[in-house]
């Protein structure tokens, strides 16, 4: 399996790094000042290679508090407000796509 560092990073417009808090599971966010968010407004945005790249690799050496780090487009609005940029992005962000029923 190739470390996501070894991939090759083609970044197409904004993008953050995004992970799982290794507690609980959450969706959270790399944060500019190198934490975590749990708030995808708190995330850094990053537009080319490189710095995504070094953004990553933070990610990534923080092991112990998140997992699975990864670069994830978003789309930023035109009130400045970031969303995600695809649609496994907003299931992640927004959870389930179906109704949980009550088991009886």
Do not use: H
């Amino acid at each position: 399996m190739t470390s996501p560092l070894q991939q090759k990073i083609r970044i197409t417009g904004p993008s953050v790094v995004t992970a799982n808090r290794t507690f609980d599971g959450v969706v959270i966010y790399r944060t500019g000042n190198g934490g975590w968010s749990t708030d995808l407004a708190d995330a850094a945005i990053v537009r080319e290679a490189d710095p995504a790249r070094a953004l990553l690799a933070e990610a990534v050496a923080d092991d112990i508090g998140a997992v699975g780090a990864y670069i994830a487009p978003v789309k930023i609005d035109d009130a400045g407000t970031i969303i995600p940029g695809n649609l496994r992005e907003q299931i992640r962000k927004t959870g389930l796509t179906i109704a949980l029923t009550a088991q009886a």
